[in-house]
């Protein structure tokens, strides 16, 4: 796979502050659509489904994508069969993520999205700590080899607010939805 133009430490640093400044309207606006009231602890099953389908999507996409030029050169991902098992370790990974974030959130005293997301972005420096330094994927992959960890890790916090405010945001529509059709109401039709 060809990239038009160069990928260097500066891109992760310029990708990471303009990422940060997409999450700030993009939670805000996530903040704004989920308004929990009396049914804030049924939103936990539909973050649950919702963070399940995401990730394996995401996984789906980034294993077919991506798989050969990337995952491959540290993990096993030659047969069908390995992405297959691949996806379903992702989604349920980030399905029980998405529990423990969402019962963490519902215990502090602060807001919840903002705890939900911020959880989601320390985890992301987890995860791509343990693939900079254990799976060596900086050194593996030809394209990143120029590549500080610094600047992959700073740019792994505002990408996974990103992710997990999709997550929540899938889930309130589901939320609405199953809302709706149980009240024998057109889901597709415009509510008043």
Known sequence: MDIPFPI???F???????????DIPLVWYTRKKLKFGEHIHQYKGYIIIASGIFWASLTTFLLFVA????YSHFLEVSTSGQRFWMVIESTALYSFLAW???????KTSFDLVWTFVVLGGFESLIEHTWGIYRLGILERVALFRDI?????????????I????TVLL?????????????KGINPYAHPR
Not at 170 to 182: D, E, P, V
């Open 8 to 10: 260097t430490s500066n």
């Open 12 to 22: 992760f640093w310029v990708s990471a502050l303009v990422a940060a400044l997409i």
């Open 67 to 70: 798989g050969d030029f990337y």
């Open 100 to 106: 423990l974030f969402y019962s963490i959130a519902l």
């Open 148 to 160: 500080s960890a610094e600047s992959v890790l700073a740019f792994s916090i505002p990408e996974y």
């Open 162 to 165: 990103s992710y997990w405010c």
């Open 170 to 182: 899938l889930a309130n529509m589901f939320f609405h939805l199953h809302q709706r059709i149980s």
